[in-house]
């Protein structure tokens, strides 16, 4: 992609900003299904008897469904880590680009 406009970084960077709602919203609902998750299973496994951290433990070294949703909440983590990081990149891009142009008025 070509970056030597303003208008078209601006693009890209409203692009990026609707992808991380997006990515923001699935990553809330994704971690909240997990937090849920986890506290349901905890609390059989204290209503079983254990003890808060026995139970924890359980849980994760048991449960086969703990790993993947835990996994699944880091791959989205991460996905709005790089989106943000991309935004960031951009940012950078556009100022770079407004100083070379500041700079070019002033040689003129």
């Given at each position: 992609?070509?970056?030597?406009?303003?208008?078209?970084?601006?693009?890209?960077?409203?692009?990026?900003?609707?992808?991380?709602e997006?990515?923001?919203?699935?990553?809330a609902?994704?971690?909240?299904?997990?937090?849920?998750?986890?506290?349901?299973?905890?609390?059989a496994?204290?209503?079983?008897?254990?003890?808060?951290?026995?139970?924890?433990?359980e849980?994760?070294?048991?449960?086969?469904?703990?790993?993947?949703i835990y996994?699944?909440?880091?791959?989205?983590?991460?996905?709005?880590?790089?989106?943000?990081?991309?935004?960031?990149?951009?940012?950078?891009?556009?100022?770079?680009?407004r100083?070379?142009k500041?700079?070019?008025?002033?040689?003129?």
């Amino acid at each position: 992609m070509n970056y030597n406009t303003f208008e078209v970084i601006h693009e890209e960077i409203e692009e990026k900003i609707d992808q991380l709602e997006k990515a923001q919203y699935t990553l809330a609902s994704v971690e909240s299904s997990f937090k849920s998750y986890e506290a349901s299973t905890k609390k059989a496994y204290m209503d079983a008897g254990m003890s808060a951290v026995a139970a924890e433990t359980e849980m994760r070294a048991v449960e086969k469904g703990w790993r993947d949703i835990y996994l699944n909440v880091q791959e989205h983590s991460s996905r709005v880590e790089k989106i943000k990081r991309t935004i960031k990149l951009l940012e950078m891009r556009h100022d770079a680009l407004r100083s070379a142009k500041a700079d070019a008025r002033r040689v003129v």
